[in-house]
T-cell receptor, first 114, second 114 residues
Framework: DGGITQSPKYLFRKEGQNVTLSCEQN?????MYWYRQDPGQGLRLIYYSQIVNDFQKGDIAEGYSVSREKKESFPLTVTSAQKNPTAFYLC?????????????FGEGSRLTVL | AQSVAQPEDQVNVAEGNPLTVKCTYSVSGNPYLFWYVQYPNRGLQFLLKYITGDNLVKGSYGFEAEFNKSQTSFHLKKPSALVSDSALYFCAVSVSGGSYIPTFGRGTSLIVHP
Protein backbone atom coordinates (compact mmCIF):
# COMPACT_ATOMS: atom_id res chain seq x y z
CA ASP A 1 0.00 0.00 0.00
CA GLY A 2 1.08 3.56 -0.63
CA GLY A 3 2.02 5.69 2.31
CA ILE A 4 4.66 7.34 4.42
CA THR A 5 7.03 5.38 6.62
CA GLN A 6 8.82 7.00 9.52
CA SER A 7 11.52 5.32 11.55
CA PRO A 8 12.35 4.75 14.27
CA LYS A 9 9.06 5.07 16.12
CA TYR A 10 10.84 5.67 19.44
CA LEU A 11 14.33 7.08 19.87
CA PHE A 12 16.37 7.97 22.90
CA ARG A 13 19.30 10.33 22.69
CA LYS A 14 21.90 11.57 25.05
CA GLU A 15 22.54 15.27 25.24
CA GLY A 16 25.10 16.40 22.68
CA GLN A 17 24.29 13.69 20.15
CA ASN A 18 22.89 14.22 16.69
CA VAL A 19 20.10 11.90 15.58
CA THR A 20 18.49 11.36 12.20
CA LEU A 21 14.83 10.54 11.68
CA SER A 22 13.92 8.74 8.50
CA CYS A 23 10.93 9.55 6.29
CA GLU A 24 10.16 7.63 3.09
CA GLN A 25 7.09 7.93 0.87
CA ASN A 26 5.92 5.88 -2.11
CA UNK A 27 3.05 8.19 -3.07
CA UNK A 28 5.05 9.95 -5.79
CA UNK A 29 4.41 13.24 -4.00
CA UNK A 30 6.51 16.28 -4.77
CA UNK A 31 6.12 18.12 -1.47
CA MET A 32 7.33 16.82 1.88
CA TYR A 33 7.23 18.37 5.35
CA TRP A 34 8.53 17.92 8.87
CA TYR A 35 6.44 19.03 11.84
CA ARG A 36 7.13 19.02 15.53
CA GLN A 37 4.26 18.33 17.94
CA ASP A 38 4.33 19.31 21.60
CA PRO A 39 1.35 18.96 23.95
CA GLY A 40 -1.02 21.90 23.65
CA GLN A 41 0.98 23.58 20.89
CA GLY A 42 -0.37 21.93 17.80
CA LEU A 43 1.94 21.28 14.87
CA ARG A 44 4.87 23.56 14.12
CA LEU A 45 6.64 23.45 10.78
CA ILE A 46 10.36 22.67 10.85
CA TYR A 47 11.30 22.29 7.17
CA TYR A 48 9.56 21.64 3.88
CA SER A 49 10.59 20.68 0.39
CA GLN A 50 8.75 21.19 -2.88
CA ILE A 51 11.19 19.39 -5.12
CA VAL A 52 14.34 17.28 -5.04
CA ASN A 53 17.50 19.13 -3.99
CA ASP A 54 15.51 22.06 -2.63
CA PHE A 55 14.11 22.76 0.81
CA GLN A 56 12.98 25.71 2.89
CA LYS A 57 13.06 26.58 6.58
CA GLY A 58 9.81 26.58 8.46
CA ASP A 59 8.92 28.38 11.66
CA ILE A 60 11.26 26.49 14.00
CA ALA A 61 14.23 25.35 11.86
CA GLU A 62 16.98 26.24 14.32
CA GLY A 63 18.83 23.15 15.52
CA TYR A 64 17.52 20.97 12.68
CA SER A 65 18.77 20.03 9.23
CA VAL A 66 17.29 18.15 6.27
CA SER A 67 18.21 16.83 2.85
CA ARG A 68 16.16 15.93 -0.23
CA GLU A 69 18.41 13.89 -2.50
CA LYS A 70 15.60 11.64 -3.68
CA LYS A 71 11.93 12.33 -4.27
CA GLU A 72 10.96 9.52 -1.92
CA SER A 73 13.12 10.50 1.04
CA PHE A 74 13.27 13.51 3.39
CA PRO A 75 15.37 12.71 6.48
CA LEU A 76 15.51 15.08 9.44
CA THR A 77 18.59 15.48 11.63
CA VAL A 78 18.12 16.82 15.12
CA THR A 79 21.43 18.37 16.03
CA SER A 80 22.99 19.05 19.40
CA ALA A 81 22.18 22.72 18.81
CA GLN A 82 18.48 22.02 19.34
CA LYS A 83 17.98 23.01 22.97
CA ASN A 84 14.77 21.15 23.67
CA PRO A 85 14.51 18.26 21.23
CA THR A 86 12.20 15.98 23.20
CA ALA A 87 9.02 15.90 21.10
CA PHE A 88 6.87 13.95 18.67
CA TYR A 89 8.03 14.44 15.08
CA LEU A 90 5.70 14.04 12.12
CA CYS A 91 6.62 13.74 8.47
CA UNK A 92 4.02 14.49 5.79
CA UNK A 93 3.71 14.74 2.04
CA UNK A 94 1.28 16.25 -0.43
CA UNK A 95 0.73 15.76 -4.11
CA UNK A 96 0.05 19.37 -4.87
CA UNK A 97 1.96 22.52 -4.13
CA UNK A 98 -0.95 24.92 -4.55
CA UNK A 99 -2.57 24.46 -1.17
CA UNK A 100 -5.62 22.44 -2.20
CA UNK A 101 -4.20 19.02 -1.48
CA UNK A 102 -4.44 17.38 1.89
CA UNK A 103 -1.36 16.17 3.72
CA UNK A 104 -0.58 12.51 4.22
CA PHE A 105 1.19 11.83 7.51
CA GLY A 106 3.50 9.14 8.76
CA GLU A 107 2.99 7.49 12.13
CA GLY A 108 5.49 9.75 13.84
CA SER A 109 8.77 9.39 15.71
CA ARG A 110 8.97 10.13 19.41
CA LEU A 111 12.37 11.46 20.44
CA THR A 112 13.37 11.57 24.11
CA VAL A 113 16.56 13.19 25.31
CA LEU A 114 17.99 11.54 28.40
CA ALA B 1 -0.44 35.93 7.71
CA GLN B 2 -2.82 33.05 8.09
CA SER B 3 -3.98 31.66 11.40
CA VAL B 4 -6.39 29.16 12.88
CA ALA B 5 -8.07 29.16 16.27
CA GLN B 6 -9.62 26.20 17.98
CA PRO B 7 -11.18 27.85 21.02
CA GLU B 8 -11.82 24.68 23.00
CA ASP B 9 -9.00 22.54 24.33
CA GLN B 10 -11.48 19.78 25.12
CA VAL B 11 -15.01 18.87 24.13
CA ASN B 12 -17.04 16.33 26.08
CA VAL B 13 -20.13 14.68 24.62
CA ALA B 14 -22.23 11.64 25.42
CA GLU B 15 -22.35 8.77 22.97
CA GLY B 16 -25.25 9.16 20.57
CA ASN B 17 -25.41 12.93 20.97
CA PRO B 18 -24.38 15.36 18.23
CA LEU B 19 -20.91 16.81 18.43
CA THR B 20 -19.34 20.05 17.27
CA VAL B 21 -15.66 20.96 17.27
CA LYS B 22 -15.10 24.63 16.55
CA CYS B 23 -12.60 26.28 14.21
CA THR B 24 -12.20 29.87 13.12
CA TYR B 25 -9.61 31.18 10.71
CA SER B 26 -7.96 34.35 9.52
CA VAL B 27 -6.49 34.72 6.03
CA SER B 28 -5.94 37.33 3.36
CA GLY B 29 -7.70 35.81 0.42
CA ASN B 30 -9.79 32.72 -0.14
CA PRO B 31 -9.15 29.94 2.35
CA TYR B 32 -8.63 26.26 1.86
CA LEU B 33 -9.76 24.52 5.06
CA PHE B 34 -9.02 21.05 6.38
CA TRP B 35 -9.85 18.80 9.32
CA TYR B 36 -7.56 16.02 10.54
CA VAL B 37 -7.88 13.49 13.36
CA GLN B 38 -5.09 12.04 15.49
CA TYR B 39 -5.29 8.98 17.71
CA PRO B 40 -2.75 8.58 20.53
CA ASN B 41 0.83 8.16 19.36
CA ARG B 42 -0.24 8.09 15.72
CA GLY B 43 0.04 10.41 12.76
CA LEU B 44 -2.75 12.65 11.57
CA GLN B 45 -5.45 11.34 9.26
CA PHE B 46 -7.31 13.53 6.80
CA LEU B 47 -11.07 13.83 7.40
CA LEU B 48 -12.37 16.43 4.97
CA LYS B 49 -11.62 19.69 3.21
CA TYR B 50 -13.28 22.77 1.78
CA ILE B 51 -11.78 24.21 -1.38
CA THR B 52 -14.73 25.80 -3.18
CA GLY B 53 -18.39 25.18 -3.91
CA ASP B 54 -20.97 23.80 -1.49
CA ASN B 55 -20.47 25.18 2.01
CA LEU B 56 -21.37 21.83 3.61
CA VAL B 57 -18.60 19.33 3.18
CA LYS B 58 -18.96 15.64 3.99
CA GLY B 59 -15.99 13.52 4.93
CA SER B 60 -14.84 10.27 6.43
CA TYR B 61 -16.49 8.39 9.32
CA GLY B 62 -19.73 10.39 9.11
CA PHE B 63 -18.13 13.75 9.83
CA GLU B 64 -19.12 16.95 8.07
CA ALA B 65 -18.15 20.60 8.29
CA GLU B 66 -19.77 23.83 7.30
CA PHE B 67 -17.84 26.69 5.77
CA ASN B 68 -19.19 30.06 6.92
CA LYS B 69 -17.42 32.91 5.20
CA SER B 70 -19.10 35.71 7.11
CA GLN B 71 -18.15 34.18 10.47
CA THR B 72 -14.81 32.87 9.17
CA SER B 73 -15.60 29.51 10.67
CA PHE B 74 -15.32 25.87 9.65
CA HIS B 75 -16.85 23.84 12.48
CA LEU B 76 -16.66 20.05 12.44
CA LYS B 77 -19.87 18.18 13.18
CA LYS B 78 -21.28 14.70 13.51
CA PRO B 79 -24.95 13.88 14.15
CA SER B 80 -24.32 10.99 16.54
CA ALA B 81 -21.03 10.58 18.40
CA LEU B 82 -19.31 7.24 18.99
CA VAL B 83 -16.88 6.39 21.79
CA SER B 84 -14.40 5.53 19.04
CA ASP B 85 -14.54 9.16 17.85
CA SER B 86 -12.54 10.13 20.94
CA ALA B 87 -9.31 11.62 19.61
CA LEU B 88 -7.45 14.88 18.95
CA TYR B 89 -8.85 16.98 16.11
CA PHE B 90 -6.92 19.58 14.16
CA CYS B 91 -8.19 22.30 11.88
CA ALA B 92 -5.82 23.68 9.22
CA VAL B 93 -5.90 26.49 6.66
CA SER B 94 -3.95 27.46 3.57
CA VAL B 95 -4.63 30.31 1.16
CA SER B 96 -5.57 30.51 -2.46
CA GLY B 97 -2.75 32.27 -4.28
CA GLY B 98 -0.68 32.42 -1.13
CA SER B 99 1.41 30.03 0.89
CA TYR B 100 0.43 26.47 0.16
CA ILE B 101 1.83 25.41 3.51
CA PRO B 102 -1.09 24.77 5.86
CA THR B 103 -1.23 26.37 9.27
CA PHE B 104 -2.61 24.13 12.00
CA GLY B 105 -4.65 24.96 15.06
CA ARG B 106 -3.60 23.78 18.52
CA GLY B 107 -6.01 20.88 18.43
CA THR B 108 -9.17 19.97 20.34
CA SER B 109 -9.43 16.80 22.40
CA LEU B 110 -12.81 15.15 21.86
CA ILE B 111 -13.97 12.80 24.58
CA VAL B 112 -17.10 10.78 23.96
CA HIS B 113 -18.53 9.22 27.10
CA PRO B 114 -20.39 5.89 26.97
Amino acid sequence: DGGITQSPKYLFRKEGQNVTLSCEQNLNHDAMYWYRQDPGQGLRLIYYSQIVNDFQKGDIAEGYSVSREKKESFPLTVTSAQKNPTAFYLCASSGRVVGTGELFFGEGSRLTVL
Amino acid sequence: AQSVAQPEDQVNVAEGNPLTVKCTYSVSGNPYLFWYVQYPNRGLQFLLKYITGDNLVKGSYGFEAEFNKSQTSFHLKKPSALVSDSALYFCAVSVSGGSYIPTFGRGTSLIVHP
